[in-house]
């Protein structure tokens, strides 16, 4: 489907956010994602929903409501999915309108996209980038998300390149990206692009979305308990002794 640059495809979107980037935040949640993650608590952002089309006009208004919020806490607007890129039309185009207001913009993003001139476009008029890594080896990439982790790669390659900051965020889901020989695996993936990395940030697996998955009549195939405490202050640890500031949600 070809999307606009004046219309956006919402799922929905929260005004006071604080765990999507520094200070409060405008969460906007846009639909559609080209993975499939075994572990998505979100599934249902994966479809389009045609309903639910809104313009730039009505949702730049929406987002500088909250402006004031912004300015006092250093936050800005986030915008998440879904995968958030595939509106990239629409983005560089309510980006270019905000960054006129100083508002600080941030994207939350698997980097599973096809570089072009207007996504190098959006990614200079983004401050923070969250890097949602879902594994270090392709074939588990693959396995875990319906696609290889190339893409992803020379995501981060370009915006090391742009000189750009971004967080990253690992989930840890047991049996594949809880051991210490992964968060090792993890750490010579991004070692590279040191001065581009602020966070690293570790997102717990969870069961929460398994009731979204069986409205939609999709089959969760994953059967693994949440990790534990001990594991993830383990891993916290691990990343923070390699000099990595550690996000623990």
């Not at 006129?100 to 476009?121: A, L, V």
């Not at 693959?142 to 190339?150: C, E, P």
């Not at 690992?170 to 992964?182: A, G, K, M």
Request: neutral net charge; proline residues 4%; contains cysteine.
């Amino acid at each position: 489907m070809q999307f606009e640059k004046d219309f956006a495809y919402i799922h929905s979107y929260l005004s006071g956010g604080t765990v999507d980037g520094p200070g409060i935040r405008f969460v906007l949640f846009l639909q559609t994602c080209p993975l499939r993650c075994k572990f998505c608590h979100n599934p249902d952002t994966w479809f389009l929903n045609l309903n639910n089309k809104k313009g730039i006009d009505e949702v730049y208004k929406l987002i500088l409501k909250y402006k004031d919020f912004y300015f006092a806490t250093n936050g800005g607007i986030t915008v998440s999915g879904g995968e958030p890129l595939v509106q990239y039309e629409f983005l560089l185009n309510l980006f270019t309108r905000l960054k006129t207001d100083n508002i600080h913009t941030c994207i939350d993003t698997s980097g599973y996209i096809d570089m072009n001139e207007d996504i190098i476009k959006l990614i200079n008029l983004t401050d923070l980038f969250l890097l949602d890594i879902k594994h270090t080896d392709d074939s588990t990439h693959k396995f875990l998300t319906g696609k290889s982790n190339k893409k992803v790669l020379l995501f981060l390659d370009k915006l090391a390149e742009l000189n750009k900051k971004c967080w990253i965020r690992q989930v840890i889901l047991p049996n594949f990206t809880d051991s210490i020989e992964y968060i090792d695996s993890l750490i010579s993936l991004i070692s590279p692009y040191r001065n581009s990395i602020d966070k690293i940030e570790l997102l717990p697996y969870h069961t929460m979305g398994k009731e979204k998955w069986k409205k939609l009549n999709l089959s969760y195939e994953l059967d693994i308990e949440p990790p534990t405490k001990e594991c993830l202050h383990k891993i916290k640890s691990q990343l923070e002794k390699n000099g990595y500031e550690v996000l623990l949600s």
